[in-house]
């Protein structure tokens, strides 16, 4: 008995591995290619996705290895161990002393890590792109109705607060 091909369905040579397959096994891809598919199969394309995941991993971690190497970063560290006691002080007395504050502020750090809330890319006043956008709390009986800033543009606004109430207070 001689294999049969079905000629309805219509087949395309994959451009990586040459083997010829199905439209199925192809994703759609209407702006390149006047069949509509990718030039290659979809198995083929997930070992490409999956290889080029892991060299941007690699290359993060390799980044961060380069960063923790800095001056400056290795600095911070010695000084947080030489002043891990000392730091830890502070941390105790800033939390007694503000509890409304450090209630806000780990209600806002838990919803980030949960996703209720999404740190933005950018500063909401300057629009500035950072790494590291602080959330910045107007009312902290309000813990996630906050304001994304970044560094020194939350600085200067709790500079202009502080201002303020002390211009009132006189």
Same mark, same amino acid.
């Given at each position: 008995m001689t294999d049969r091909v079905d000629l309805d369905v219509d087949v395309k040579q994959c451009s990586k591995c040459g083997m010829v397959k199905a439209h199925t096994e192809f994703y759609a891809e209407k702006r390149y290619n006047s069949d509509g598919l990718r030039a290659c199969c979809k198995a083929c394309h997930l070992r490409g996705q999956t290889r080029n995941r892991e060299r941007a991993k690699q290359r993060a971690r390799e980044y961060e290895a380069r960063r923790d190497l800095? !001056?400056?970063?290795? !600095? @911070?560290?010695?000084?947080?161990? #030489?002043? #891990? @006691? @000392? &730091? *830890? *002080? #502070?941390?105790?007395?800033? #939390?007694a002393t503000f509890p409304e504050r450090t209630r806000a502020w780990d209600l806002v750090g838990k919803a980030v890590r949960s996703g209720r809330l999404t740190r933005p890319a950018a500063c909401s006043r300057?629009?500035?792109?950072?790494?590291? &956008? !602080?959330a910045s709390h107007d009312d902290y009986s309000r813990p996630l109705d906050v304001e994304w800033l970044c560094a020194p543009c939350h600085r200067s606004k709790d500079a202009a607060v502080r201002a303020a109430l002390g211009a009132s207070n006189d």
């Open positions: 800095t !001056e400056k970063r290795a !600095e @911070a560290r010695v000084y947080r161990g #030489r002043h #891990r @006691a @000392a &730091i *830890a *002080a #502070r941390q105790r007395v800033r #939390r300057c629009g500035v792109q950072s790494s590291w &956008i !602080e």
